[in-house]
């Protein structure tokens, strides 16, 4: 299979050089002293705050990406132990119609900061216009079949 390899785990992946080699990657500011084997960080290229970070995969595949989800907590925890920031979100956007732009797993973690929006009630539920703040009436339910 093209661009398939299988991995050291039980399961078929692509790697992260193979998606990279394909011209997949565009990032560049690797801050290597906070990846590992399972995952890269970068700065994201277009910050929604300062201090916006990205953690790639090293292989796609559910492993590598909870691993990168993981230290994605872990480091919004100590940055906002120590004061650094005063909160954070952390997301993934799979697939067109969440928003994914580079079709490389990478998981977001976005530093918060008091008075860094309007309204910061709902977090990532802002994703969709209207329905962050669930206790406004702009909030409609979604209907579901």
Same mark, same amino acid.
């Given at each position: 299979m093209t661009g398939v390899q299988t991995c050291a785990l039980p399961i078929y992946c692509v790697t992260l050089d193979q998606a990279r080699e394909q011209g997949l990657i565009p990032w560049q500011d690797e801050l290597p002293e906070l990846g590992s084997y399972w995952y890269k960080v970068y700065r994201d290229a277009y910050p929604v705050t300062p201090g916006h970070l990205l953690f790639v995969p090293t292989y796609d595949n559910s492993i590598a990406v909870q691993h990168a989800f993981e230290q994605a907590y872990i480091l919004g925890k100590k940055l906002c132990d120590? $004061?650094?920031?005063?909160?954070?979100?952390?997301?993934?956007?799979?697939?067109?119609?969440? $928003?994914?732009?580079?079709?490389? %797993?990478?998981?977001?973690?976005? %530093?918060?900061?008091? $008075? #860094?929006?309007? #309204? %910061?009630?709902?977090?990532?539920?802002?994703?969709? %216009?209207?329905?962050?703040n669930y206790r406004t009436d702009q909030y409609t339910k979604p209907q579901c079949s």
């Open positions: 120590s $004061g650094a920031i005063q909160g954070f979100n952390i997301g993934m956007n799979l697939g067109h119609a969440a $928003g994914q732009t580079v079709m490389y %797993p990478h998981i977001h973690l976005i %530093p918060r900061y008091a $008075g #860094d929006c309007a #309204d %910061p009630v709902g977090g990532v539920r802002g994703v969709i %216009p209207g329905q962050a």
